[in-house]
């Protein structure tokens, strides 16, 4: 079986709610798969949907080779579900809980102890065991949760934001979890709003916004399309800023958005020993919560203009969107700026070319999926390019 699920039209109404929309979706066998999406964007309606909680109005899907509509019962057996809401009964112990589980799915007798017990020990919640449900903390009763969800090994095992509310280690755990069960053939579907847990774990993700699948790519991909398509952004705006210097097109269109070892010797020896030029304000003098705002809403830009004056300085400290210019010993300017506006880069880019700057490299940071997610989930436009077909 090369999927363990692959939706065709999967579609669920509430009412004359579109909830989820013709969803057509693949995940492969034996794989971690992030799904991902904004709050109300149809994540754990699929996922009820998938583990047959509830009906889907239109479409099917297959999961571990079974179909949900026509043969729930089998999917059942294939699946394990821990829901974004812990549903344990909460006048029982764990242990009461999690053999109640075992009962439902039919484990012997002889197996039953043994497989509680190691699960236990696994995400260490045996030393709770004994303790009802409705006097443990939010971590223990998702430990619970997902030991009742493995009892009897699951092909496929749902996830709907795990972690959420775990403190650190214990999220950790629960991580190394994840992966030793897929390293023992299980596929995980996680469905998560922490994006450094998706982009470590998951080898897929898909993107779906107002029930729609809008991106689906490994990690790494949504991010390599994410910088693509800001270098044809640039591109695209030559013909309005008229004059990118030579250099710094050749930089775009090689996708070498490297630092440049061409040091301006004038500059670097206007700057004093605090790396300033004496251009404007002290940078040093802005205060610890200023900085912390910049950081959080702003995005670090590296470039080197190979004929940096004042003036240039200034008219970027006059953007809206630009937060901070520092000046470096070696005439880089570092600007911050705003990352939830779409053309930040182009209008930094546009007053530096107006001031006559001669930029000979430009050097951002990588994206990271929260700003890809952002980046997608702000345009509520189904770009198809951001669709690819698995192999
Ligand atoms: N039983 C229901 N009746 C009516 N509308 C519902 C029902 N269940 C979900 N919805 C609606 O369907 C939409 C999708 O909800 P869903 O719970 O699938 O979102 P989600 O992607 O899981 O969001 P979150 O990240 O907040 O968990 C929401 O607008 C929600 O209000
Ligand atoms: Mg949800």
Same mark, same amino acid.
């Given at each position: 079986?090369?999927?363990? @699920?692959?939706?065709?039209? %999967? ?24 799904? %991902? ?14 583990? /047959? ?18 043969? $729930? ?6 699946? !394990?579900? +821990?829901?974004? =809401? ?14 109640? /589980? ?29 303790? =009802? ?13 997902? *030991?009742?969800?493995? @009892?009897?090994? $699951? ?12 403190? $650190?280690?214990?999220?950790? *755990? ?6 030793? %069960?897929?390293?023992? !053939?299980?596929?995980? +579907?996680? /469905? ?9 774990? /998951? ?9 729609? %699948? @809008?991106?689906?790519?490994? $990690? ?19 013909? @309005? ?38 251009? !404007? ?34 008219? =970027?400290?006059?953007?809206?969107? +630009? ?24 209008? +930094? ?19 990271? =999926?929260?700003? *890809?997610? *952002? ?17």
């Amino acid at each position: 079986m090369k999927y363990a @699920i692959e939706t065709s039209a %999967l579609t669920k109404r509430f009412d004359d709610f579109l909830a989820v929309d013709t969803l057509d979706m693949k995940v492969k066998n034996k794989s971690i798969f992030g799904f %991902l999406g904004p709050n109300g964007a149809g994540k754990t309606t699929t996922i009820k949907m998938l583990t /047959c909680l509830i009906k889907p109005s239109s479409g099917t899907a297959k999961v571990g080779g079974y179909d949900i509509n026509t043969d $729930p019962n089998e999917v059942r057996q294939k699946i !394990g579900m +821990v829901p974004q =809401l812990v549903s344990l009964y909460k006048d029982l112990t764990a242990r009461e809980n999690v053999e109640l /589980c075992a009962d439902y799915y039919g484990i012997g007798e002889d197996e039953k102890e043994d497989r509680m017990n190691d699960l236990m020990e696994l995400v260490d919640i045996k030393y709770a065991e004994n303790k =009802l449900i409705k006097q443990m903390s939010g971590g223990q009763k998702q430990k619970v949760s997902v *030991v009742a969800s493995l @009892i009897h090994r $699951p092909d496929v095992l749902f996830l709907d934001e795990p972690t959420i509310g775990l403190d $650190p280690t214990t999220k950790m *755990v629960l991580w190394d979890l994840i992966a030793e %069960l897929n390293d023992n !053939g299980h596929t995980i +579907v996680l /469905c998560s709003h922490d994006m450094y847990e998706v982009d470590m774990l /998951c080898e897929n993700v898909g993107i779906i916004d107002l029930g729609k %699948l @809008i991106a689906f790519n490994t $990690p790494q991909g949504l991010k390599d399309n994410l910088i693509k398509q800001k270098e044809r952004d640039l591109l695209s705006q030559k013909h @309005i800023l008229g004059k990118i210097p030579k250099e710094f097109e050749k930089t775009i269109e090689t996708s070498k958005l490297e630092n440049s070892r061409d040091v301006h010797h004038t500059i670097a020896e206007q700057t004093d020993s605090t790396g300033n030029m004496g251009l !404007g304000e002290d940078i040093n003098l802005k205060s610890s919560e200023e900085l912390s705002f910049i950081q959080e809403k702003s995005k670090e830009l590296s470039i080197m203009i190979n004929n940096l004056d004042e003036e240039m300085v200034e008219e =970027l400290k006059k953007l809206d969107i +630009v937060y901070n210019v520092i000046v470096n010993d070696n005439g880089r300017l570092t600007v911050d700026v705003d990352k939830f506006v779409d053309d930040g880069l182009n209008n +930094v880019i546009q007053s530096i070319v107006k001031n006559n700057g001669n930029i000979t490299s430009i050097n951002t940071k990588d994206p990271s =999926l929260e700003d *890809v997610f *952002v980046d997608l989930t702000r345009k509520k436009i189904v770009d198809e390019s951001n669709i690819k077909e698995i192999e």
